[in-house]
């Protein structure tokens, strides 16, 4: 069975400053990560995937997380934040061709202060 | 908007009862999976649906089923409600492997 773990729950940080979200994974098998935002009071929204290819993904708002595949990592980065950018992120993962349930992290919450 | 619906927005019932939450997914997605967050558990996967049939279980508990319509339609039923049930249930729908869309979820209190 797949496991996430999301190694910060809680990430300050300036607004325009970077930021890097981390989360690693483990799998017996192959898998299809995913980066989620939730908002307060609204559902999950997904904000990149990485399925096979490049391991460098593009997602929306300006986000982008690389897979490496011998850290079984995928950060989520951005180089500039925004006030708007808080929110709670998660961090998930499906077995391909195993139902592709998935298996979420613990979540990091993104606090952009001005 | 990510087109999955989920009614009601908001239920508050008591220990004991039995509530019903409805999905309707994406038009054309034939794949429902419910999840519940909570403040203990996180995010965890309950059950799937293809096509009527269901084709995965997760962490849902005997007290709970769910069933897909022809319609494509879902419903999570819950009994003999507890107060750790509380909890926010999330539908997603999806047309492939590689993707799911989640609907703004149904916020169940338990009192």
Redesign the interface.
């Known amino acids: 069975a797949q496991s996430v773990t999301q190694l910060d729950s809680q990430v300050p940080v300036f607004e325009e400053a970077p930021v890097e979200l981390r989360c690693n994974y483990s799998s017996s098998v192959s898998v299809?990560l995913?980066w989620?935002v939730q908002y307060p009071n609204?559902?999950?929204?997904?904000l990149l995937?990485y399925?096979s290819g490049s391991t460098l993904v593009k997602g929306i708002n300006g986000f982008e997380a690389e897979f490496n595949k011998s850290q079984t990592s995928f950060h989520l980065r951005k180089p500039s934040v925004h006030i708007s950018d808080t929110a709670e992120y998660?961090c998930a993962v499906s077995e391909?061709?195993a139902?592709?349930?998935?298996?979420?992290?613990?979540?990091t919450r993104l606090m952009v202060k001005p | 908007d990510?087109g999955v619906t989920q009614t009601p927005k908001h239920l508050i019932t008591a220990t004991g009862q039995r509530v019903t939450l409805r999905c309707s997914p994406r038009s054309g997605d034939l794949?429902v999976?419910w999840?519940q967050q909570s403040l203990d558990q996180?995010?965890?996967?309950l059950i799937?649906y293809y096509n009527g049939e269901e084709?995965?279980k997760?962490n849902i508990l005997e007290r709970f089923s769910a069933q897909q319509f022809p319609d494509l339609h879902s419903e999570l039923n819950l009994s003999s409600l507890e107060l750790g049930d509380s909890a926010l249930y999330?539908c997603?729908s999806?047309p492939s492997?590689?993707?799911?869309?989640?609907?703004?979820?149904t916020r169940l209190t338990v009192l």
């Open positions: 299809y995913f989620y609204q559902g999950l929204q997904l995937k399925l998660f391909q061709n139902g592709n349930m998935l298996t979420f992290g613990g979540g | 990510s794949s999976y999840y996180g995010l965890q996967f799937q084709r995965a997760g999330f997603a999806s492997a590689a993707e799911q869309f989640f609907g703004p979820g």
